[in-house]
């Protein structure tokens, strides 16, 4: 462990307007049963327009004597606001959890024992509980994983090259493998949530940076948390647009995931190709493509998909000259290690 950072953990919370969820997050957080692990929250405001920050700095000095720290960051988007997070953390784990994360009691404690019981870890995330505000509808049982719900394996261990990511919410980071990232040139290429939009990817990007350094990621089922889920985030027309830019924020990721190959990269790595294949899927799915907005079959697999592939098409097209650099600059950063020696 790197002697400069103190031994214990920094949880973060990323906020955006969020004075009315951040409240019952505290909450929940300040009810810790931890006696032994120094710990310490910071409450990143991203840009917000509410009195997010100082709802946040009356309630917790009622609840709890735990230090709390308020930051500001003002460029929009999640990556950046994890980033600043991370830069104020001062112990050596990092626990990022959001606005509408209930966790349990021993989480700061269990999150310490699994990121100290293997140095080698570099993220470990957990088992997270859906709270809805209205009853689910009849689908979100089998699209529970598009609100980061349910399990992320089937047993506690490592998930590097099985699973390879985690999700942002409970996402735990030892810091000591983030700063060599940030030591040796590793910049986000994707920005996640932006306000209110449903940009996503940066947790995934992460998870992906961080095994490519040759680190970790491992699962833990007994860290649990409640995820909120308002009934505006439990319609049929959000979920296709959560979907849409899952496909968008592939092609931010592609860089990851084709660093992995070995050797040249080859015509299918091209983003021509790629969006040719997408192409090819849109026009057997034609029918389902130009009935896309009267089309309201709820539960229906393929309309996902093709929002999916509209998505990523969309994002392949309007990045089309920066692709092959950006997947070159990651196959070339210095804090890549070889795939076939980790």
Same mark, same amino acid.
């Given at each position: ?43 990143? /405001?991203?840009?917000?327009?509410? /009195? ?19 930051? =500001? ?11 600043? +997070? ?33 140095? *080698? ?38 998930? =590097?090259? =099985?699973?390879g990511y985690l999700w942002g919410a409970g996402l735990t980071i030892r810091k000591t493998a ?6 040796? +040139? ?10 209110? =939009? ?29 995820h909120y889920l308002p009934k505006e985030r439990l319609d049929w027309s959000y979920l296709k ?21 070995? +050797? ?35 539960? /229906? ?29 990651? *196959? ?11």
């Amino acid at each position: 462990m790197n002697k400069d950072y103190l031994d214990g953990v920094s949880v973060v919370i990323c906020c955006y307007n969020s004075s009315s969820r951040l409240p019952k997050a505290l909450k929940y957080l300040s009810e810790q049963t931890t006696k032994c692990v120094p710990w310490e929250v910071i409450v990143v /405001d991203n840009a917000s327009t509410d /009195d997010t920050s100082a709802t946040a700095v009356n309630l917790w000095k009622t609840i709890s004597s735990v230090p709390f720290t308020v930051v =500001t960051e003002k460029q929009l988007g999640l990556s950046f606001a994890r980033k600043r +997070g991370f830069l104020e953390a001062q112990y050596a784990f990092v626990s990022f959890i959001d606005d509408d994360n209930w966790v349990c009691p021993e989480w700061v404690q269990l999150v310490y024992n699994t990121m100290t019981h293997n140095s *080698k870890i570099g993220a470990c995330g957990g088992l997270n509980e859906a709270i809805c505000e209205i009853e689910p509808p009849i689908w979100f049982e089998n699209f529970k994983e598009s609100y980061a719900v349910g399990k992320q394996a089937e047993k506690s261990g490592d998930i =590097t090259w =099985t699973r390879g990511y985690l999700w942002g919410a409970g996402l735990t980071i030892r810091k000591t493998a983030m700063q060599n990232l940030l030591d040796n +040139g590793f910049i986000s290429l994707l920005s996640d949530r932006q306000g209110s =939009t449903l940009v996503s990817g940066g947790d995934s990007e992460i998870c992906f940076a961080l095994r490519l350094a040759g680190w970790r990621l491992w699962y833990e089922p007994c860290l649990t948390l409640k995820h909120y889920l308002p009934k505006e985030r439990l319609d049929w027309s959000y979920l296709k647009r959560l979907h849409r830019e899952f496909g968008a924020s592939t092609v931010g990721l592609d860089p990851y995931s084709l660093t992995n190959i070995q +050797g040249k990269y080859s015509l299918k790595t091209t983003w021509q190709w790629k969006a040719l294949s997408i192409i090819k899927f849109l026009l057997i799915n034609l029918r389902i493509v130009l009935n896309l907005e009267k089309r309201r079959l709820e539960g /229906d697999t393929v309309i996902l998909s093709v929002e999916y592939q509209i998505g990523r098409l969309f994002k392949l097209l309007k990045n089309r000259s920066s692709y092959t650099c950006t997947l070159h600059h990651v *196959k070339k950063a210095t804090w890549v290690k070889s795939y076939f020696s980790i």
